[in-house]
């Protein structure tokens, strides 16, 4: 697939949306993914971000959040429940070709010496996030970004047209 390629969204996931994909309960009490998504899209946000969950990139990965500054800034921020989960992922470092910096995210549980130096690093909860470092930072060609940002504009805008009008399908539309 080409970065050119079609806008079309694929369906989120069940249980993704506003804050999180990922466990039952409120945001506050869940365990696992959905506190650290909530949390880092909180810290994230201070920061003059918004953010995108489980979005698509133009390679065909799926990032767990994609954010954007006013500036054009993106970065992406995997997020991980457990070593588990971290250890089965060898996908992430395709994600850095996609982002201007690239973080993990995870719990106070997690064992920090796990995440690799260039990465920056997140420790959140439903709350908020702390950054303890700072990734590397390496900046998108003019074009990738501009492809990523209108990506990320339709994504976004799509999303938004399905919840005011959960039963339009884009099968339906005539462009």
Known sequence: MTETASFREEPLPAGAGADAPGDAGTPETATGAVPIFRGVRRA??????????????ACGRRADLLAMDGNGTVIIVEVKSGVPDFRSDQKWPEYRDWCDAFYFAVDEAFPLDLIPEECGLMVADAFGAEVLREPAVSRLAPARRKSLLL??????AGRLHRIDD??????QATV
């Open 151 to 156: 990506r990320a504009a339709m994504t976004g």
């Open 44 to 57: 994230l946000a201070a920061r003059g971000f918004a953010s995108l969950t489980e979005f698509r990139l």
């Open 166 to 171: 959960p039963l339009f399908s884009h099968s």
